[in-house]
């Protein structure tokens, strides 16, 4: 599921993917689209939390994408 | 727990080369004033550094307050209270070669020494309030405003709507609570090696109940990266030159790409002030600001009056500027600007961002009122009245500090409920 939260500043794009998590189907990613670096931190924090990992993709200039997952892989 | 990153793309040259240009032209600006005044270019110099660590650190004072109630994170915070540390020994040092005597009433010339009194905890409470709602602190607002964030510019105006509008009120607090409030500074009472010493010890009680609350939330436990860090395509090293540039594009693909430890970032903006405060003064942001307040409240008609008392305080109170455009708090200020600008750009990183919703320019703006107002009354921001405050050995840094994490509390339920 694509979670587009550009534009966002802390610490929404972090509470929007927390509210997202249970939302998701069984085995399906998060990708939250985001271009405010401190995100980069907290959504990996607090998903961590959760029991979820992440990964982080860039995507363009001060833009990134950051994947919350379940398990051992990403898709 | 670690996170996996992907390797990163090269950092689009057209960014790199903007970033070179505006570089280029700040050296130009620098050059240019130095015919004004000797002390511009230092000014402007300083604040190109202090925008530039704020950007590569990510330093937040409002996340530092925030994370705290949000997820009991405590790193940002930590990293300040370093820097702290760093300049109270720094200031002490400076402080014992401009009075040698204390104990006698006398206190330094621009030490950030603050009457206390209510005006220091309605002024830290409503910034602590605004700074959660507009999701950074003034300092935060201006680098942010540098890296392209338009949220930033409407928390901007904000500031200058608020410092304005406190100009105003200002004889109130004056009258009631300002002139009558004893300034606190702790070398009076307990000598410097006292001062320092209940300062440091002050610092790090703080350290160890923040690690307490991080520990018991379970957010310490987490291993995560500051920001992705490289590629970790470390060249081969082949000996010789080889080793020598691989090591050195590592170290500033380090420096100029990746984001830095907020450790670092704290460190150094300590040290960095300990220089300003030998080059003139400490580090504050709200002061010229004020002055810009008034000139365009003044513009629209709508003055101020005198200010009691404003121009006898030290610290980032309201100023009253004369006629003339430029000063060395003007080059500091937009120096930061400029600095993050520069620092974004040769990240890759300058990107305009504009918010989602209206209510987000509405949050920004009036966190930005709230904090320009709270400024105004507490003799400065989260810089001025607590990152500098603290190192002067006053007690007013401490009220603040407190002052700050009750209106942050506040203002993150509120913030929360605003999603």
Do not use: D, M, Y
């Given at each position: 599921m694509l979670l587009d939260v550009r534009g966002e500043i802390c610490p929404y794009p972090m509470l929007k993917a927390v509210e997202a998590l249970p939302r998701l189907k069984p085995g399906e990613d998060l990708e939250v689209l985001t271009d405010h670096a401190p995100a980069l931190q907290t959504i990996p924090a607090y998903t961590g939390r959760l029991g979820y990992q992440t990964r982080i993709e860039p995507v363009g200039p001060g833009v990134w994408k950051v994947i919350v997952f379940k398990g051992a892989q990403a898709s | 727990m670690t996170t996996a990153v992907q390797p990163a793309r090269r950092v689009l040259p057209a960014s790199a080369i903007a970033g070179t240009a505006v570089a280029a032209g700040a050296l130009g600006i620098g050059l240019y004033t130095a015919g004004m005044n000797r002390e511009f270019p230092l000014f402007w110099a300083f604040g190109l550094a202090f925008g530039f660590i704020l950007q590569r650190s990510r330093f937040c004072f409002a996340s530092a307050f925030r994370d705290l109630f949000l997820f009991g994170s405590s790193r940002t915070l930590k990293a300040i209270l370093a820097g702290m540390a760093v300049a109270s020994a720094g200031f002490t040092l400076l402080q014992s070669k401009m009075v040698t005597m204390p104990g006698l009433g006398m206190l330094p010339p621009e030490a950030h020494v603050f009457p206390l009194g209510l005006h220091l905890v309605v002024g830290g409470v409503a910034f602590g309030v605004g700074m959660a709602l507009a999701g950074g602190c003034v300092s935060g607002t201006l680098y942010r405003m540098g890296e392209g964030y338009a949220g930033s510019y409407a928390a901007f105006a904000g500031i200058l709507a608020g410092l304005g509008l406190a100009a105003h009120t200002w004889n109130f607090w004056w009258d009631r609570s300002i002139s009558s409030g004893p300034a606190v500074w702790l070398p009076d009472r307990l000598g410097y090696a006292g001062a320092l010493a209940v300062t440091l010890l002050g610092l790090a009680l703080v350290w160890l109940v923040v690690e307490a609350l991080e520990a018991r939330s379970g957010f310490a436990a987490l291993a995560f990266p500051n920001v992705p860090p490289a590629a970790t395509a470390s060249p081969a090293l082949q000996g010789g030159w080889d080793a020598v540039r691989g090591r050195t594009a590592e170290l500033g693909r380090r420096i100029f790409r990746d984001g830095w430890p907020v450790l670092v970032g704290g460190l150094l903006l300590g040290v960095l002030n300990v220089y300003l405060y030998v080059a003139h003064m400490p580090w504050g942001v709200t002061g010229e600001l004020s002055r810009w307040a008034i000139k365009l409240y003044t513009l629209a008609g709508w003055a101020p009056g005198p200010l009691a008392g404003a121009d006898q305080l030290p610290g980032c109170t309201l100023t009253v500027g004369g006629s003339r455009l430029i000063s060395h708090s003007l080059m500091l200020d937009a120096g930061m600007i400029a600095g993050s600008l520069i620092a974004a750009l040769w990240a890759g990183e300058f990107h305009w961002r504009v918010p989602p919703h209206r209510r987000r320019w509405l949050q920004s703006a009036g966190g930005g009122v709230l904090m320009g107002y709270g400024a105004a009354i507490a003799g400065?921001?989260?810089?001025?009245?607590l990152f500098s405050a603290i190192p002067s050995l006053g007690l007013n840094g401490w009220i603040f500090g407190l002052a700050l994490l009750v209106g942050a509390g506040a203002g993150t339920r509120l913030v929360r409920r605003l999603a």
């Open positions: - | 400065g921001c989260t810089i001025g009245a």
